[in-house]
């Protein structure tokens, strides 16, 4: 069974700290990960899918097989980068995606 | 502009009382599918559908039933609500050549 883990409920930092939101995977096949965001009261969006390599608002992330992973990152966060998200695998036959549990990105001033 | 819509947005209700939430896509999209949102427990899948007629259950199906007769529709229904069920529902739909999943704005559902 496919499952996604997000280790923090919730990550506080200031204004310009670099961030990292952990996700790690489990999956037998080719995974493919996505990060999607949602800003208060807001609907869920996609930020990041792996297979892009993109760079969006300034995050980034890499799929590191070896290690199960797929970590968002950005060197310096903004205050409006505060919302919650969600690591995301989509299974082989592209029907389900599986959502870890979140995390709560606070960005302070 | 290209969307997912759903309604209604809020809804109280009682236990037993039937109710259905709609959700419609305007992009022609073969995949729709119905998520909810629990705090502590992110998304879950409650029911998927590929086509026209073709569905499938997701993660935590018990007590919701769908159904998929026109490509741009797939309403969720709870034949008989309980307090267990009160969430926050996302409908969301994905074409077939592209991996992003276009989310609905959401329906906070309350059973008493």
């Known amino acids: 069974a496919q499952r996604v883990t997000q280790p923090e409920k919730l990550l506080s930092v200031f204004k310009g700290a670099p961030v990292e939101l952990k996700c790690n995977y489990s999956?037998?096949?080719?995974?493919?990960l996505f990060w999607y965001v949602q800003y208060s009261r807001q609907r869920l969006q996609l930020l990041l899918r792996?297979?892009s390599r993109e760079s969006i608002k300034g995050f980034t992330a890499d799929l590191n097989k070896g290690e199960t992973s797929f970590h968002l990152k950005k060197p310096f966060a903004q205050e409006e980068d505060s919302a919650m998200y969600y690591c995301?695998?989509?299974?082989?036959?592209?029907?389900?995606?599986?959502f870890g549990k979140g995390t709560m990105l606070l960005v302070s001033p | 502009e290209a969307q997912v819509t759903q309604n209604p947005r809020y809804l109280i209700t009682v236990t037993g009382k039937k109710l259905t939430v709609t959700c419609s896509q305007n992009?022609?999209?073969?995949?729709m599918s119905w998520y909810r949102q629990d705090p502590g427990l992110g998304l879950r899948q409650i029911y998927y559908?590929?086509?026209?007629?073709?569905?499938d259950k997701g993660d935590v199906p018990e007590g919701y039933k769908v159904s998929r007769k026109e490509k741009r529709n797939f309403p969720l229904i709870l034949e008989s609500p309980s307090p267990n069920q009160t969430s926050l529902y996302f409908c969301?739909?994905?074409?077939?050549?592209?991996?992003?999943?276009?989310f609905g704005p959401g329906t906070r559902l309350t059973v008493t």
């Open positions: 995301a695998l989509l299974n082989s036959g592209y029907s389900t995606l599986t």
């Open positions: 999956y037998s096949g080719s995974p493919e």
């Open positions: 969301a739909s994905r074409g077939d050549s592209s991996y992003e999943q276009y």
């Open positions: 559908s590929m086509n026209v007629e073709v569905t």
């Open positions: 992009m022609n999209h073969e995949y």
């Open positions: 792996h297979i």
